[in-house]
């Protein structure tokens, strides 16, 4: 879980992992306020496929393996469960684990089907692999 090194932010014990608590300015016929509010975190997930970057999409925290799988499965990288070998956080060489990471394991008969990703996100694999050179 990131958290913005911003002054007067802090997470919210609304829901620590999805909402932030922030001070902000309101005006109100003519005249400034400063009052508490909540913001919805969003944060960057890298989805994985057999160890290589798949996508990296926008979401709010929590059930990454779920968003992973329907991603799969949406795009037609998967068709059932049963093409999923293993699902798990990522983790670095050292095997430490990733913040903002899940590794999809598909089945040896599923990875050889690997279809095309939909033109959306081809492209934006493509910007990702450009701004990473």
């Known amino acids: 879980m990131t958290?913005?090194?911003?002054?007067?932010?802090?997470?919210s014990s609304l829901d620590p992992e999805r909402v932030m608590d922030v001070q902000v300015t309101h005006?109100?016929?003519?005249?400034?306020h400063q009052r508490e509010d909540h913001l919805t975190v969003e944060e960057p997930l890298e989805i994985r496929l057999n160890q290589h970057s798949l996508a990296?999409?926008?979401?709010?925290?929590g059930h990454d393996h779920e968003l992973a799988?329907?991603?799969?499965?949406?795009?037609g990288i998967i068709k059932t469960?049963?093409?999923?070998?293993?699902?798990?956080?990522?983790?670095d060489a050292d095997g430490l684990p990733l913040a903002n990471v899940v590794?999809?394991?598909?089945?040896p008969s599923?990875?050889?089907?690997h279809p095309r990703l939909s033109t959306a996100?081809?492209?934006?694999?493509?910007?990702?692999?450009?701004?990473?050179?």
């Open 110 to 113: 599923s990875a050889d089907q």
């Open 121 to 133: 996100f081809r492209s934006l694999g493509k910007l990702w692999a450009m701004r990473e050179k």
């Open 27 to 32: 005006w109100q016929d003519n005249q400034q």
């Open 69 to 75: 799988l329907g991603f799969l499965l949406t795009e």
């Open 3 to 11: 958290v913005p090194q911003v002054p007067h932010f802090w997470r």
């Open 103 to 107: 590794d999809v394991a598909l089945r």
């Open 81 to 91: 469960l049963d093409d999923i070998l293993l699902i798990q956080d990522g983790i």
């Open 56 to 61: 990296v999409i926008m979401r709010t925290p």
